[in-house]
């Protein structure tokens, strides 16, 4: 089993930066790979950023140039920094996990996923 715990998510105003952590627990080696995904009211659910063993990054065209993903080995765990947040980034936000060869943005391939940190931008 994989346990992924986020923290960070609050409120912000139109232009706001925040950033999420994201510690895993348990059995860390079915974890190649981490990543983000969000979901808003409304709206289907979208991996935002993910990273592979190597470092390697993906983003989603919504968030390029805006959220930055990292990782700690050390500290089993992955950071997302979202910088120039406007309303439309308002959502809960997952942590992922999953063993993979290249860091996805699609979320069926992610099986292990956290309960998610809100994270809410007014204008």
């Known amino acids: 089993q994989v346990h992924l715990v986020e923290s960070g998510g609050g409120s912000v105003q139109n232009g706001g930066s925040l950033r999420l952590s994201c510690e895993a627990f348990?059995?860390?080696?079915?974890?190649?790979?981490m990543g983000w995904f969000r979901q808003a009211p409304g709206k289907e659910p979208e991996v935002v950023a993910a990273?592979?063993?190597?470092?390697?990054?993906a983003y989603a065209d919504s968030v390029k140039g805006r959220f930055t993903i990292s990782k700690d080995n050390a500290k089993n765990t992955v950071y997302l920094q979202m910088i120039s947040l406007n309303p439309e980034d308002t959502g809960s936000y997952h942590c992922a996990g999953d063993t993979c060869w290249v860091p996805s943005l699609d979320l069926n391939k992610w099986n292990y996923r956290g309960q998610g940190t809100q994270v809410t931008v007014s204008s």
């Open positions: 348990g059995d860390l080696y079915r974890v190649t790979c």
């Open positions: 990273i592979d063993s190597d470092g390697n990054p």
